[in-house]
């Protein structure tokens, strides 16, 4: 599986991104997609997940009530709505798919696919 991840940029704070993946390769038929990010000093964390089959949607605190991850079954997409971005959202931000258990979905060495990542900068 391939993902190519697209829609990073530059925002002020209080603005709204939209991150966008598509998986190609094979037909991501199963398991979870999702992000993850990585400031500059700071280890890569979980943003959200998606299980591909039910839709159940999984957030990190940081970023509840904020941003929105949606899948298209059709396309082989994911998505991530980012709105009221703060400077702390500020990352580079990797799409991921993989099967991890339910207990692990947060963490970054249950997903074996990784895209290239996109810049997210928020300026206060």
């Known amino acids: 599986v391939q993902l190519q991840a697209s829609g990073g940029g530059l925002v002020q704070t209080g603005d709204s991104l939209r991150l966008s993946c598509a998986a190609s390769?094979?037909?991501?038929?199963?398991?979870?997609m999702g992000w993850f990010r990585q400031a500059p000093g700071r280890e890569r964390e979980f943003v959200a997940a998606i299980r591909w089959n039910g839709g159940i949607a999984y957030y990190a605190d940081s970023v509840k009530g904020r941003f929105t991850i949606s899948r298209d079954k059709a396309k082989n997409t994911v998505d991530l709505q980012m709105n009221s971005l703060q400077p702390e959202d500020t990352a580079i931000y990797y799409c991921?798919?993989?099967?991890?258990?339910?207990?692990?979905?947060?963490?970054?060495?249950?997903?074996?696919?990784w895209g290239q990542g996109t810049q997210v900068t928020v300026s206060s």
């Open positions: 991921v798919a993989g099967e991890p258990a339910l207990s692990a979905t947060r963490s970054p060495t249950s997903y074996r696919h």
């Open positions: 390769g094979r037909t991501f038929s199963g398991g979870t």
